[in-house]
């Protein structure tokens, strides 16, 4: 995998006094299961700060695409970490979100297709495609030290040294619900027991896998947002985030 680089005139270098463009590094890592609002969290803690996205899940989606388009079956972790290998993924953090190229072009809506839900997890539950992306994911943040960085063991496993972790928790309902909700607005019927049915199937594989299951990380702050909207649990995040002259 690639990363694009970074125009040094990136806006997003200059929004706040606490930016990028700080000398001490920050690592931020938003772990937590699916539903959580970890994507639209790191989006907008980024835009505070100034900092760069790193969507893991999203390099996870795009090997189940690749297990999908070449007809690998999605535990056979070698192949498609292979398959990883010999493809180009890149991460475009000049654009507005950051996107993940593959092959050259924008997956966009099949990285959340269907097919590719049914099987992301297994894929991610595959010892070498984790070794793999872990590599890949160490190796963008040491070309870009200013990151929020969002998946499910990025504050445990990738990054257990980040200067700032945090764990977002929400009840299954509640996460089945905002999952409708977002499918209801592009336009398709989903049936609400089936997203929750799915979210639960997920939370079991994602937390009984033997390779880095989901769990919170020691020392990061848990955030419960059943109750809270996607502001006020960027507002506690920002309030436990050192300023430069704090950090390690």
Same mark, same amino acid.
């Given at each position: 995998?690639?990363?694009?680089?970074?125009?040094?005139?990136?806006?997003?270098?200059?929004?706040?006094?606490?930016?990028?463009?700080?000398?001490?590094?920050?690592?931020?890592?938003?772990?937590?299961?699916?539903?959580?609002?970890?994507?639209?969290?790191?989006?907008?803690?980024?835009?505070?700060?100034?900092?760069?996205?790193?969507?893991?899940?999203a390099m996870y989606r795009a090997?189940?695409?690749?297990?999908?388009?070449?007809?690998?079956?999605?535990?056979?972790?070698?192949?498609?970490?292979?398959?990883?290998?010999?493809?180009?993924?890149?991460?475009?953090?000049?654009?507005?979100?950051?996107?993940?190229?593959l092959d050259g072009a924008d997956?966009?809506?099949?990285?959340?297709?269907?097919?590719?839900?049914?099987?992301?997890?297994?894929?991610?539950?595959?010892?070498?495609?984790?070794?793999?992306?872990?590599?890949?994911?160490?190796?963008?943040?040491?070309?870009?030290?200013?990151?929020?960085?969002?998946?499910?063991?990025?504050?445990?496993?990738?990054?257990?040294?980040?200067?700032?972790?945090?764990?977002?928790?929400?009840?299954?309902? /509640?996460? !089945?619900?905002? &999952?409708? $909700?977002?499918? #209801?607005?592009?336009?398709?019927?989903?049936? +609400? *027991?089936?997203?929750? @049915?799915? /979210?639960? !199937?997920?939370? &079991?594989? $994602?937390?009984? #896998?033997?390779?880095?299951?989901?769990?919170? +990380? *020691?020392?990061?702050? @848990?955030?419960?947002?059943?109750?809270?909207?996607? $502001?006020?649990?960027?507002?506690?995040?920002?309030?436990?985030? +050192?300023?430069?002259?704090?950090?390690?």
């Open positions: 995998m690639r990363t694009m680089p970074v125009p040094s005139d990136d806006p997003a270098r200059t929004r706040s006094s606490r930016d990028a463009g700080a000398a001490s590094p920050l690592i931020v890592t938003i772990d937590g299961p699916a539903g959580t609002g970890k994507s639209t969290v790191a989006q907008r803690v980024a835009e505070r700060l100034g900092l760069m996205v790193l969507d893991t899940g090997a189940a695409l690749l297990a999908i388009r070449l007809e690998i079956d999605p535990s056979d972790g070698p192949a498609i970490a292979k398959v990883i290998e010999t493809h180009v993924m890149e991460v475009d953090f000049t654009a507005d979100p950051p996107s993940l190229q997956p966009g809506e099949e990285l959340r297709s269907r097919e590719v839900e049914a099987i992301v997890s297994i894929v991610a539950a595959q010892p070498e495609v984790r070794r793999r992306l872990v590599a890949v994911q160490r190796a963008i943040a040491a070309s870009h030290p200013h990151l929020v960085t969002e998946g499910r063991d990025q504050g445990s496993v990738v990054f257990p040294d980040a200067q700032a972790r945090f764990y977002l928790t929400a009840s299954s309902a /509640i996460r !089945a619900k905002r &999952r409708v $909700d977002q499918l #209801r607005r592009k336009g398709q019927s989903p049936d +609400p *027991v089936e997203i929750r @049915e799915g /979210i639960e !199937a997920r939370d &079991r594989l $994602d937390a009984g #896998r033997s390779d880095a299951p989901l769990t919170r +990380p *020691v020392g990061a702050i @848990e955030i419960d947002t059943d109750e809270l909207g996607f $502001d006020e649990v960027v507002d506690r995040m920002i309030e436990s985030i +050192p300023a430069p002259g704090e950090r390690a």
